[in-house]
C-alpha cells in the first residue's frame, strides 16, 4: 500500500476478512493499495482522504409526545465543500447501542433529491414537508460558510431509552460517494412501480481494477447535538 508514494506497508494483516494496518491516514493523501493474487491479475485501487468539514450544531426540542429535535447546523468553513457531503443521524440508547435515524424532514432545497419524497400526511407532525430517507447528501461545491441547514430526524426509540443523538458529517472520497449513492439506489428499487419497459439495470459503483468491490475514503466529522442529561 502506498500513501501519495510512499510505501507505508508491504504486508497486511488478515483476520475475519478484514485488512488491518498500523497507520492512521491523513487527509488530501492519496492511497493506494495493490493485491498479488498467484494465476491472476493483480487488484489494483486508489483512494483520497477528503478533509474533515467543520460546522456548529444546535438543537431546540420541539413539543409533542414524540422525541422531535430540530436540528440546526451551521457550517463554519469559508470555502465550499471539494468532495460530497452527506448528514446521517445516529441515536445512542442508555446502553450505548446505535441506531441509524430511517428519516430525516427538511425544507432544503439544494440537497440531492434521490431519496427525497413529499410527505403530506406527516405523521411524526413535523413541521418540515420533506422526508429523506437514511440520510441527506450535498453535491461538492454547493455547501459554504453562509449555509444553515435545519433538519428534524425520525428516531426510533422511546424517549426514556435514548442517551443521546449525534450528526454525522461524512465527507466523502468519490468513491465512497458513487459506491453509496449506487447501492442505494440498486436498495430502493421498486419492481412493482417500475414496468419492465422502464426498468434499467442498477450497477454499484466498483473501482477494484481486474475485480468487482470499493476501496474508499472518507472523513467523519460526528456532533452531539443532543443528550438526555443535559435536557432534564
Given amino acids: 500500500m502506498l500513501e501519495n508514494k510512499t510505501e507505508i506497508c508491504d504486508t497486511i494483516w488478515v483476520e475475519e476478512r478484514s485488512l488491518v494496518i498500523n497507520h492512521f491516514p491523513g487527509k488530501d493523501f492519496t492511497y493506494t493499495i495493490t493485491v498479488d493474487i498467484p494465476g491472476k491479475n493483480p487488484l489494483f485501487a486508489q483512494t483520497t482522504i477528503p478533509e474533515k468539514i467543520s460546522a456548529e450544531l444546535s438543537v431546540e426540542l420541539e413539543p409533542g409526545p414524540y422525541l422531535n429535535l430540530n436540528h440546526i447546523l451551521d457550517f463554519t468553513d469559508a470555502t465550499t465543500n471539494k468532495f460530497p457531503v452527506w448528514i446521517v443521524v445516529l441515536a445512542y440508547d442508555t446502553n450505548n447501542a446505535v441506531v441509524q435515524s430511517q428519516s430525516i424532514y427538511s425544507d432544503i432545497l439544494f440537497a440531492d433529491d434521490i431519496n427525497k419524497f413529499a410527505d403530506p400526511d406527516n405523521p ?103 443528550r438526555e442529561s443535559n435536557s432534564k
Fill in 124 to 226: 411524526f407532525m413535523i413541521k418540515y414537508s420533506y422526508e429523506f430517507e437514511g440520510f441527506i447528501r450535498f453535491t461538492k461545491g454547493i455547501l459554504s460558510k453562509d449555509n444553515q441547514i435545519f433538519y428534524i430526524p425520525i428516531i426510533n426509540l422511546n424517549k426514556e431509552a435514548v442517551d443521546h443523538v449525534s450528526t454525522c458529517l461524512i465527507s466523502a472520497s468519490p468513491e465512497y460517494d458513487f459506491f453509496c449513492r449506487s447501492a442505494y439506489k440498486q436498495a430502493s428499487f421498486d419492481v412493482e412501480v417500475k414496468t419492465p419497459l422502464l426498468y434499467q439495470p442498477i450497477q454499484i459503483f466498483s473501482n477494484i481494477e481486474n475485480g468487482q468491490g470499493v476501496f474508499a475514503g472518507y472523513n467523519n466529522n460526528e456532533l452531539v447535538g443532543y
